[in-house]
Every structure is written in structure tokens, then in C-alpha cells.
């Protein structure tokens, strides 16, 4: 069971803009910035989103977040067929001492 | 270039032990902080464990007592000591670091390609 909530699963059709949604508490999301990753099937997760709302080299600005005292939110605009994958939100937990990543949300494009 | 490569995992009996090793090139383990990310089959990720710059573990409850990071400077290579492996370890291990003078955070850059280790009698 993960400590960062995020929805199962997330659909839209290419072209929509689909936002996924994290949620945590003080001692993680509210103290701490929020990285997501992208995982395509089979292979490793890929930083996508660091620090809230910033981009890594060579990710497009397709892709934005946010955060909000202790959630945080993945907008993908423009969809596109190989944005299908896995999306994990992750944020450092000063309780735990640790590391929590979300369940994971898996993203189909209609 | 920046490269982690697992290695180590295999077929292991309940109540065994195995070392993961994450051999990395391009940069130096002793200058970033670094940690293991493991992931059951059709599960989401779970952070095990981080060995900062200066030294300093992290473990996750889960394998707290169990598993040990390491790293060997002259290699250049961080290790996971699993002892004591349970059917719930069963798992692709990924090794994975942060950017440069990053600590005590989620944030990893690069990841391995992943090593499966299988758990079962």
C-alpha cells in the first residue's frame, strides 16, 4: 500500500488533456517537492517532472505539474499515442525518512 | 555519458542471501547520492534504500535489517546485500541517482536497465 494516493487509472482520446492527481500529507508532498516519472511498458522509469512543476532536458512542455499543499498534479496536454504508460508521482517523507512513490496511474489514449 | 548497469539477480531460495551490483560509468559513485527502486511483477514502484555522498542510509521499513547499500570506490559500483529474501522481494531492482548535490530526496536522473530477482523454493 503506498502513502502517495494517485487513480488507478486515467483514459482520453488524442488531442485532450488529462490530468492525474497525487495526494499525500505534511510530511511528504506538503514538506518536500514532487518528481513524476513516465514508465513505458517493460522498460525503466523515466524523470519526467522535477522539483513540482519543472522540466529535465528533453521532455516536452506537453507535459506540466503542480502542487498544492499536500497534493500535487500531473497535467499531460495534447495527447498523444505514446503517451500510454504507467505515471508515478514520488516525494521525499521527513517522517519515514524515505522516499514514497505513488500507486502508479496507468494512462490509456483512447 | 551516464550508465548504470545491474547485475546479480538471479533464481534464490526463501531465507537466502544475493548482492545486487549497479556498475556505473561516466561519473563518480562516491559523488552522488544514490538508491535502489525495486518493482514486483505488475506492481508500482517502492523505494528501498539511499547512500548519500557522505555515507549516510536510508532504508525503507520494508528491508530495514535485511538489505545493506553499499559501494565500492575502485569499482565504482553500489550494491544491494539482500540477506534473509522473502517471496516479496520478488522483483525487478533498479538502481538509480540524483543530480549532482542532491540529497535526501526522490528525484532520481538516471536508472538502471533493472535486474530480476526471483524469490521462490
Known amino acids: 500500500q503506498s502513502v502517495l494516493t494517485q487513480p488507478p487509472s486515467a483514459s482520453g482520446t488524442p488531442g485532450q488533456r488529462v490530468t492525474i492527481s497525487c495526494s499525500g500529507s505534511?510530511?511528504?508532498?506538503?514538506?518536500?517537492?514532487v518528481n513524476w516519472y513516465q514508465q513505458l511498458p517493460g522498460t525503466a522509469p523515466k524523470l519526467l517532472i522535477y522539483?513540482?512543476?519543472q522540466w529535465p532536458s528533453g521532455v516536452p512542455d506537453r507535459f506540466s505539474g503542480s502542487k498544492s499543499g499536500t497534493s500535487a498534479s500531473l497535467a499531460i496536454s495534447g495527447l498523444q499515442s505514446e503517451d500510454e504508460a504507467d505515471y508515478y508521482c514520488a516525494a521525499w517523507d521527513d517522517s519515514l525518512k524515505g522516499a514514497l512513490f505513488g500507486g502508479g496511474t496507468k494512462l490509456t489514449v483512447l | 555519458e551516464v550508465q548504470l548497469v545491474e547485475s546479480g539477480g538471479g533464481l534464490i531460495q526463501p531465507g537466502g542471501s544475493l548482492r545486487l551490483a549497479c556498475a556505473a560509468s561516466g561519473f563518480s559513485v562516491t559523488s552522488i547520492s544514490m538508491s535502489w527502486v525495486r518493482q514486483a511483477p505488475g506492481k508500482w514502484l517502492q523505494w528501498l534504500s539511499l547512500l548519500e555522498r557522505d555515507a549516510t542510509t536510508y532504508y525503507a521499513d520494508a528491508v530495514k535489517g535485511r538489505f545493506t547499500i553499499s559501494r565500492d570506490n575502485s569499482k565504482n559500483t553500489l550494491y544491494l546485500q539482500m540477506n534473509n529474501v522473502r517471496a516479496e522481494d520478488t522483483a525487478v531492482y533498479y538502481c538509480a541517482r540524483g543530480p549532482p548535490g542532491y540529497s535526501r530526496g526522490s528525484r532520481f536522473e538516471y536508472w538502471g536497465q533493472g535486474s530480476l530477482v526471483t524469490v521462490s523454493s
Open positions: 505534511s510530511s511528504n508532498i506538503g514538506s518536500n517537492p
Open positions: 522539483n513540482n512543476d
